[in-house]
């Protein structure tokens, strides 16, 4: 399980977005040690998605796919309400 999380934080922190950048890997530092394997796997496929699209629909700009829309995605989303 530590190489899924130190895999995950990489591709967290290295988006491509510096929002995503920020957004992403802040959630993931502060996130990620806690987070079930079955939490960690929905982050993993999220993290798969394109940046602009991940930013959309964290900031509700546009829906959340139902492939997407996953507790992970409403952590991440509660993470970004507390900022």
């Known amino acids: ?3 899924l999380r130190k895999r995950l934080f990489y591709k967290a ?3 491509g ?3 995503t950048d920020r957004l992403l890997g802040g959630f993931a530092m ?3 040690a806690n987070l079930s394997e079955e939490l ?5 496929i999220l993290m798969d998605a394109p940046d602009a699209d991940l930013l959309n629909w964290i900031l509700g700009r546009e829906d959340i796919p139902k492939d997407y829309d996953t507790e992970i995605m409403g952590l ?3 993470f970004k ?3």
């Open 17 to 19: 977005m510096k929002e």
């Open 13 to 15: 922190t290295h988006r």
């Open 40 to 44: 960690l796997h929905e982050f993993d």
């Open 76 to 78: 991440i989303i509660k």
């Open 1 to 3: 399980m530590e190489t």
């Open 81 to 83: 309400e507390s900022l």
């Open 30 to 32: 502060q996130e990620l």
